[in-house]
């Protein structure tokens, strides 16, 4: 199956969605599919060979953080280019709702189309003023996947229909492998693992730093590190001399290293208080051998469940975590414990079975007719070997298309499809006026209908 | 000056009428070209129905051949499944009768117990998948149909014979409950 994959955030910087569709990408590839990933990257960036970059992104607040996104008519360029180019069978958008390249490919889709919304957000006003420009985007989406249940909230308050829960994939693996060196526990210190862009107010460090003195107080010897991008400076000048000797920051780690933190960990803390969807950062760490003390967001009580596989704690209380920090690194039996039952429930969300659903998603939506060759030819007892070869994906046999008279192919050469997906690209022009986005030049009944949409949102 | 005056009102009265034809107007074309978008959708859906269908019978074909199952199921699968594939495309009674038929002997049916070889687990496996995938299209296909027929339900639309020609949009109903979901 020839399959688009569609990222609106920037490949230059690593994030969930992006770091998702790599890997999701990899899976398929791995499973014989052609995948092309379209996702903004800068035109230096190395990308790897499935991936094509559709500009450079700019960043943008959206969802509480900044975000890279492109948008734009040259954008809206490539975007049709890529989509010609890739002749898919199944277009899969990310995070559609975000102005970006997924609203984009989504109004120039001609393909069945899967839409993951990765995203749970608190405040939607924005969305619903947007709700005449989404809508027509929205309704090409055959299939809907959330990521998470607060995820599939948001998206039913916003956009309505029912959606599928498939969570995000972890190679557990991967992660395994470094686990089964584990800490050494012939040298102290105690360590506590922080990961991500510390810098953002979300992601919780100021609840970290404030329970620190208090863990310092039972475990003088703890110390804290803290991986990921941001200025640390800024971070440090905020600090006692005290919290100050006890910190260590290592900057951005690579996938190796984020590994080998994570399995050498006494405790590793997610002290987000907000804005997460999903946790993979749980489950990484929970594959990787770490004890988990999570704050207890939706997000992460749905990773964790119900089987004590981590520790939560009231979402910002830093006396709190302080003694779930405490009790865990006074307690190396229950760190054990929650090591073997983490690595146990990390299973759930590894690609094995997270992308075999998402693959019987785009099965389910797409309407080339595969098989064993084309229908009623081939002998039902063709062997297995035969069998085999005639539903690889990938071979999409063009008669079996043709026969059902509905192929893809001979739907886009009728001409009012074409018009439509025009229309739709004009339309978007002017919209984008409308927004004030960018300037676009387009000509005057375009800007009135532009105007006119701008209008209506209100 | 109480000339200027109704100059003046009827400028705005006019403009004000204007404005709410305009509205009207865009307010026509802009669901006129949302309900053919979802009746474009509907198509794809029912097509993706169609080929899973297609392929759970093919695959239900060779597990009946190949899988070694007793030769009674074997015989019932293989009936069920050929009936199937005789229906073309159309969405008739008689072939959801045959895929509701082709459900419940795939229910009934049992599996061969003793350890089998690779190939014939790979069989059973994929004959799985598409009874799962069957489920998902069918989900998906009645989805569309509903927010289709959402849209055509509202006053306007059905006041001004704004779906045109297109068919009604009919959800598609079977049993597909095999094998069971999660």
Request: with cysteine.
């Amino acid at each position: 199956m020839r399959i688009g994959l569609v990222c609106p955030y920037s490949f230059d910087v690593p994030g969930g969605v992006q770091l998702h569709i790599r890997d999701l990408a990899e899976f398929l590839i791995g499973r014989g599919h052609h995948v092309s990933v379209l996702a903004p990257a800068d035109e230096d960036t190395e990308l790897p060979e499935y991936v094509v970059s559709a500009g450079r992104a700019v960043p943008i607040r959206f969802n509480g953080s900044v975000a890279r996104l492109s948008f734009g008519p040259i954008v809206a360029n490539r975007v049709q280019a890529w989509l010609d180019q890739g002749d898919f069978d199944v277009l899969h958008l990310h995070e559609p709702a975000a102005p970006s390249l997924s609203l984009l490919t989504l109004w120039a889709a001609e393909v069945p189309v899967v839409a993951t919304f990765h995203s749970s957000q608190a405040k939607l006003g924005a969305l619903r003023a947007a709700q005449p420009l989404l809508q027509p985007g929205l309704d090409k989406i055959s299939a809907r996947i959330a990521v998470s249940e607060a995820a599939h909230r948001t998206m039913a308050s916003s956009v309505g229909g029912t959606t599928l829960v498939i969570p995000n994939g972890v190679y557990v693996d991967r992660f395994c492998a470094a686990a089964d060196r584990g800490p050494d526990p012939a040298t102290p210190p105690p360590r506590i693992v922080f990961l991500g862009r510390f810098a953002e107010p979300r992601k919780g460090l100021p609840v970290l730093l404030a329970a620190l003195p208090l863990v310092l107080a039972q475990v003088p010897d703890a110390e804290l590190v803290v991986a990921g991008p941001g200025d640390r400076a800024e971070v440090k000048g905020t600090l006692s001399d005290q919290v100050a000797g006890a910190v260590r920051f290592i900057g951005t780690v690579g996938e190796e290293e984020k590994v080998a933190l994570l399995a050498g960990a006494n405790a590793y803390v997610a002290p987000n208080t907000g804005g997460e969807s999903f946790g993979i950062i749980l489950v990484e760490a929970m594959s990787a051998g770490a004890p988990v003390v999570a704050s207890s967001l939706d997000a992460f009580e749905a990773v964790i469940g119900t089987s004590g596989a981590g520790v939560l704690f009231p979402v910002g209380d830093h006396r709190a975590l302080a003694a779930e920090i405490v009790r865990l690194l006074e307690d190396p039996a229950e760190q054990q414990r929650l090591r073997s039952a983490g690595q146990e429930r990390a299973r759930q969300f590894d690609w094995s079975r997270v992308g075999a659903r998402i693959e019987a998603v785009y099965d389910s939506v797409a309407i080339t007719r595969g098989g064993p060759g084309p229908r009623g030819t081939g002998s039902p007892v063709a062997g297995p070997e035969g069998a085999r070869a005639g539903s690889r994906p990938s071979r999409k046999t063009e008669a079996a298309a043709q026969s059902s008279g509905r192929g893809r192919h001979g739907r886009r050469a009728g001409g009012s499809g074409r018009h439509r997906t025009e229309e739709d690209r004009a339309t978007w022009a002017a919209s984008s006026v409308a927004a004030s986005v960018v300037p676009v030049a387009s000509s005057g009944a375009e800007r009135v209908r532009g105007r006119l949409r701008r209008w209506f949102s209100r | 000056m109480n000339g200027t005056w109704r100059v003046g009102e009827i400028v705005v009265v006019i403009a004000v009428i204007l404005a709410v034809l305009l509205a009207l107007g865009w307010y026509l074309s802009y669901t006129a070209v949302r309900l053919d978008r979802l009746h474009h959708r509907v198509k794809g859906t029912a097509a993706a129905l169609d080929a899973q269908l297609v392929r759970r019978a093919e695959a239900a074909l060779e597990v009946a051949y190949l899988a070694g199952i007793d030769p009674a199921s074997a015989t019932l699968l293989a009936t069920s499944a050929g009936r199937v594939l005789d229906h073309e495309e159309a969405w008739s009674q008689e072939r959801l009768d045959a895929e509701s038929e082709l459900t419940e002997v795939l229910r009934a049916t049992q599996e061969p117990e003793a350890a089998q070889s690779a190939e014939v687990e790979e069989l059973i496996e994929r004959l799985r998948g598409t009874g799962e995938r069957v489920q998902l299209a069918r989900r998906f296909h009645n989805e569309s149909v509903h927010e289709a027929r959402d849209v055509r339900g509202q006053r306007l639309v059905r006041f001004l014979h704004l779906a045109g020609r297109a068919k009604v949009p009919l959800p598609i109903n079977f049993d597909d409950d095999w094998p069971n979901a999660g």
